[in-house]
């Protein structure tokens, strides 16, 4: 049994511009000490994803349809008792905007002690000092002084790091990290990454971190799902993404990380913005920004596909299975998608290159384009 | 003192941002002081809340060629100097429909949970929604198939029961002709 299941999530805002579709169908699932990302422009659903899981979407919105199964039980069908029990327990959420998720009116280590009072059964003193252990673990330093200070005391990167303890504090089964790291230097970044990693092997904790910065996923993920306007678009273990990305979207992600040494005047950008979630484009919705869009993506949604097979995923994927959801893989393109992906130093993930080469020459099919036959001589 | 737009010194005509004409014979009113949307809420009867909310769908051509995506605006407006609340259905406050099919889909697409829900239009609000039908429709889950040539209605309603006998819809027609036809519309 995995778990978290998340079957057929659908979320929607109802507002007075429209119904707005945040999540539309999503299934995933995150076994017991994997580190799952979930990567996208911003828009595309990833923190709304993470806020259903903990059942904190707040009205206007509504999780519409869909099960979220923690360890065989689903989070829908729970009562608002039994589930304070597993938030920030059993299930823990390191949140975007530290400040906002800070009650300014009460002491950093007051909010940290809290939860574990509460959970874990601790007496105030047993507390406080596995407060203090717990700063002092994510790096804030003279932990002790620093128990009583207010959040307005705290820079940004040390609220970060104090939402990072509040989460840590239960040993939680399942984090859900959104973007951790967006307020922190790049030093403090890694040391970061480096704690959650080292949390998630120590105690068979496993994570579900959102980001947009691919080098992170990279670093820290076994599997990824991308997303885009609310629906995941690819789902893969992470090194058949970066070494062979089959949605165009992806490609168009990948070709967006600025490289040293890159020549290029611009950086390369996927045009246009994310549609707007009250009105999605018909088809599949990638398709006003797709390089290789033909008229059946106008009229076609796809659905996840075996890129090898053009089988559509069966229930929940395997955690080796590679899905994306292209029309390319059902054969109803005439002209196929062309990209190359150039693999400049295969010791290193980061160093990955997928780059659209030439969206007008649309000579190659898929089975051609999947590597650059000069690159796999260099490896 | 006089005003600048009391006097003759502006030149005004259609160009944007040039200011418009001031209509000193309406003005809006509210007792800042209360919360007037909960009074409003117990003292304006509901027939004439329905009555004085307006929706109107308006497209900036009649016609359009196949294929070219048809934008249209639709308008919420609350004339009464309160705040009007009308209650819906579901939390699906309204909804736009081509040829009666909601969104343009022949398939139910949302789900609204069974509740009430409530459109709250402030004084004098008027919401302007601008949306686009692409000349599809949804037949499924995954499939768009395009509209056929000839007359279609674009309508808004908000959803209460029988908006149209209570004066809560608007629509408008609009017409999908042959790539050629409009061309030679056009020329004329």
């Not at chain 1, 717990?134 to 200070?149: N, W």
């Not at chain 1, 611009?266 to 009105?279: A, C, K, S, W």
């Not at chain 1, 890129?307 to 299975?321: A, I, W, Y």
Request: contains cysteine.
């Amino acid at each position: 049994m995995s778990l978290i299941e998340v079957n057929d999530l659908t979320v929607k805002f109802y507002t007075k511009e429209g119904v707005v579709t945040a999540v539309d169908d999503l299934s995933y699932r995150i076994e017991r000490g994997e580190k799952f990302g979930v990567v996208g422009e911003s828009g595309a659903g990833k923190s709304v994803t993470a806020l259903s899981l903990m059942r904190l979407i707040e009205s206007p919105g509504r999780i519409e349809s869909g099960e979220i199964l923690f360890k065989g039980e689903d989070l829908l069908q729970m009562s608002e008792e039994e589930l304070r029990e597993i938030r920030g327990n059993e299930i823990a959420m390191i949140f975007q905007d530290a400040q906002t998720a800070l009650n300014p009116v009460y002491t950093v280590g007051e909010q940290i002690s809290e939860a574990i009072r509460h959970h874990l059964d601790y007496d105030d003193e047993e507390a406080k000092e596995r407060t203090i252990q717990l700063l002092d673990r994510v790096g804030i330093p003279e932990a002790e002084a620093r128990y009583s200070d207010y959040p307005h005391e705290f820079s940004g990167g040390m609220q970060q790091r104090a939402v990072i303890a509040m989460a840590l504090s239960c040993d939680p089964d399942l984090l859900l990290c959104d973007e951790p790291t967006t307020a922190l230097d790049v030093t403090i970044e890694a040391q970061i990454l480096e704690e959650i990693e080292e949390l998630a092997d120590e105690f068979d904790t496993a994570i579900q971190l959102i980001t947009h910065d691919l080098g992170v996923v990279a670093e820290v993920c076994d599997r990824v799902m991308v997303m885009y306007a609310g629906k995941p678009v690819e789902k893969a273990p992470v090194e058949d993404l970066y070494y062979d990305p089959k949605h165009p979207y992806t490609v168009g992600l990948m070709s967006s990380i600025p490289r040293i040494g890159d020549e290029r005047e611009r950086l390369q950008t996927i045009p246009g913005t994310m549609p707007d979630l009250v009105e999605l484009p018909s088809g599949c919705s990638f398709h006003p920004r797709c390089p290789f869009a033909e008229e059946a993506c106008t009229r076609k949604e796809p659905p996840l596909l075996d890129p090898e097979t053009g089988e559509p995923e069966r229930g929940l994927e395997s955690p080796t299975e590679h899905t994306a959801a292209c029309l390319e893989y059902t054969g109803a393109l005439k002209e196929g998608v062309d990209y190359s992906v150039e693999i400049r130093d295969p010791d290193a993930d980061d160093d990955t290159e997928a780059a659209v080469a030439n969206p007008n020459a649309r000579s190659h099919r898929r089975t051609e384009s999947n590597a650059n036959p000069e690159s796999e001589s260099d490896d | 003192m006089r005003r600048i737009y009391e006097s003759d010194a502006l030149h005004r005509d259609d160009e944007p941002f040039t200011p418009r004409e001031k209509d000193s014979s309406y003005k809006i009113q509210a007792m800042r002081s209360v919360d007037s949307t909960a009074l409003s809420r117990r003292v304006l009867p509901q027939g004439l809340r329905h009555r004085a909310v307006s929706v109107t769908v308006s497209t900036p051509q009649e016609e359009y060629a196949v294929g070219e995506p048809i934008p249209f605006r639709v308008t919420l407006r609350n004339p009464l100097p309160v705040p009007v609340a009308i209650p819906t259905r579901s939390p699906l406050l309204w909804a736009w429909k081509v040829d009666g099919f909601a969104e343009a889909a022949e398939i139910q697409l949302h789900d609204p949970p069974d509740e009430e829900g409530e459109l709250v239009l402030d004084r004098g609000e008027r919401k302007r929604v601008t949306k686009r039908w692409d000349q599809l429709f949804r037949v499924s889950d995954s499939e768009w198939e395009p509209a056929e040539p000839g007359e279609h209605t674009i309508s808004a309603e908000i959803n209460v029961e029988d908006p149209v006998g209570k004066g809560l819809a608007g629509e408008t027609t609009v017409r999908i002709v042959p790539e050629e036809e409009a061309e030679r519309t056009e020329t004329e």
